[in-house]
């Protein structure tokens, strides 16, 4: 691998870190438990917080409901900077509800951030075989791993996967198209990069 190719890629990761954290709000799809508890941006995280450790508490909630109540907790901990608090409960989510795909996604993306890559690489593994035909986002988070360990033609490919699957998704097209650059393809990176932005101008940033 080029010298240069290993600069680009340092500058790279912390931008893929930067966007782990992003994502790890936005993995677990369900329908808000009540006003609050609701895993959104629509109330002030600390007291998302509050609120769902009380629907927790109070006996009302079981299985998939209590594993959302966990799930919605562990993305408010996240926004709070708590880490390992969210890992917990996100933990919590899976063993109530083991087949929800995008809890599995979540607790990739806190392996991934703090860098233990091969249990984020087996929890992106485990979403995509629980959801295999919308499984864009893992690939496109397995892609971003590769993509920090320097394995660029690994992660060109879980892009490539994530495109076949999303070929509209901006996302995917775009590091695709970076993970093109830093293995030296610069028609192929091109290509992506433009045709990323044609679908979101501001992929990119």
């Not at 994502?23 to 941006?41: F, I, N, S």
């Not at 907790?73 to 087949?99: F, K, M, N």
Request: proline share 3%.
């Amino acid at each position: 691998m080029a010298s240069g190719s290993l600069m680009i890629s340092s500058r790279t990761i912390g931008a893929v870190l930067s966007l782990a954290l992003v994502l790890l709000t936005t993995r677990v799809q369900a329908a808000a438990l009540d006003a609050t508890c609701t895993g959104e941006p629509d109330r002030p995280w600390r007291k998302q917080i509050a609120g769902c450790t009380k629907a927790i508490k109070s006996g009302k909630y079981a299985g998939k409901d209590l594993a959302k109540a966990f799930a919605f907790r562990s993305r408010a901990h996240v926004r709070t900077g708590d880490i390992d608090r969210s890992l917990a409960d996100i933990e919590q989510a899976i063993r109530l509800d083991p087949r929800d795909a995008s809890a599995f996604n979540a607790r990739g993306d806190l392996y991934f951030f703090k860098g233990d890559r091969e249990r984020a690489l087996a929890d992106y593994t485990k979403a995509i075989s629980l959801e295999p035909a919308s499984a864009g986002q893992a690939f496109i988070n397995r892609g971003m791993v590769h993509l920090t360990t320097g394995d660029f033609d690994r992660a060109v490919a879980e892009f490539g996967q994530a495109v076949r699957l999303e070929p509209a998704s901006a996302e995917a097209l775009y590091w695709r198209g970076m993970a093109s650059r830093l293995k030296g393809d610069t028609a192929a990176a091109d290509a992506d990069i433009a045709a990323a932005k044609k679908i979101d101008p501001g992929v990119d940033r």
